[in-house]
């Protein structure tokens, strides 16, 4: 599962490691992701082979505060409109078929579920226990930083111990210049680990 914002560096990368190990991942896009119009065409592309794609909030928006997730920065309205935006934008690059969405930063309540439901949406998120979202991250951030290296090991760490069977695991499809080690880069190694232990990728409504 992959979102994006403002950052759009790995797409390229992404797509030609997904075509390559036979995979079909789900992209989760912003309206401002879409303001680079570069990008347009492979959108387009990822959606003919059949790779998911889906809103991610129009102006990404931070639903609720960080210190407290059952209340709301945003009313039902604004909800909607930005959504309906985000789905405007899309439908422009002749991307129709979704009814999947991940709320921006995968920060949310139980109320943006039931109104994302009022849309025909089913919400999505990455399972907790993983750190992969946090490749976003960058040296400057100091102790919230977390490298690539450091990612993979936490995944085959976890996978060890745990499993992860059923897990939907989430990377950004770029990040800050100021990070040096993408983690996209990783993906096709991962890819090939977690194959390599019987793992099989299936859509999301399929989990």
């Known amino acids: 599962m992959f979102t994006g914002d403002e950052f759009r560096d790995g797409l390229l990368t992404i797509e030609q490691i997904l075509n390559k190990e036979g995979i079909k991942g789900a992209f989760f896009i912003t309206g401002k992701f879409l303001e680079d119009q570069k990008v347009h065409k492979t959108i387009k592309r990822l959606a003919r082979m059949g790779h998911a794609?889906?809103?991610?909030?129009?102006?990404?928006?931070?639903?609720?505060?960080?210190?407290?997730?059952?209340?709301?920065?945003?009313?039902?309205?604004?909800?909607?409109?930005?959504?309906?935006?985000n789905e405007n934008k899309l439908r422009k690059l002749g991307v129709t078929n979704?009814?999947?969405?991940?709320?921006?930063?995968?920060?949310?309540?139980?109320?943006?579920?039931?109104?994302?439901?009022?849309?025909?949406?089913?919400v999505y998120n990455f399972t907790p226990g993983l750190r992969t979202a946090a490749d976003y991250t960058f040296?400057?951030?100091?102790?919230k930083y977390l490298s690539s290296a450091k990612i993979v090991d936490q995944v085959l760490d976890y996978e060890a111990v745990q499993g992860l069977n059923g897990y939907i695991i989430l990377?950004?499809?770029?990040?800050?210049?100021?990070?040096?080690?993408?983690?996209?880069?990783?993906?096709?190694?991962?890819?090939?680990?977690?194959?390599?232990?019987?793992?099989?990728?299936?859509?999301?409504?399929?989990?």
């Not at 991940?102 to 309540?109: F, K, L, V």
């Not at 080690?181 to 990728?201: A, R």
């Open 53 to 85: 794609i889906g809103p991610h909030s129009d102006q990404h928006l931070l639903y609720a505060p960080w210190d407290n997730r059952d209340s709301l920065l945003v009313t039902k309205e604004e909800f909607v409109k930005d959504l309906m935006q």
């Open 98 to 122: 979704f009814n999947q969405f991940i709320p921006p930063y995968e920060w949310y309540n139980q109320l943006i579920v039931d109104w994302a439901k009022d849309m025909g949406y089913h």
């Open 139 to 143: 040296p400057e951030m100091n102790h």
């Open 171 to 207: 990377i950004h499809i770029g990040t800050d210049p100021r990070r040096p080690d993408k983690f996209y880069h990783q993906l096709g190694d991962l890819i090939k680990e977690l194959k390599s232990k019987k793992y099989k990728f299936v859509p999301l409504e399929n989990i």
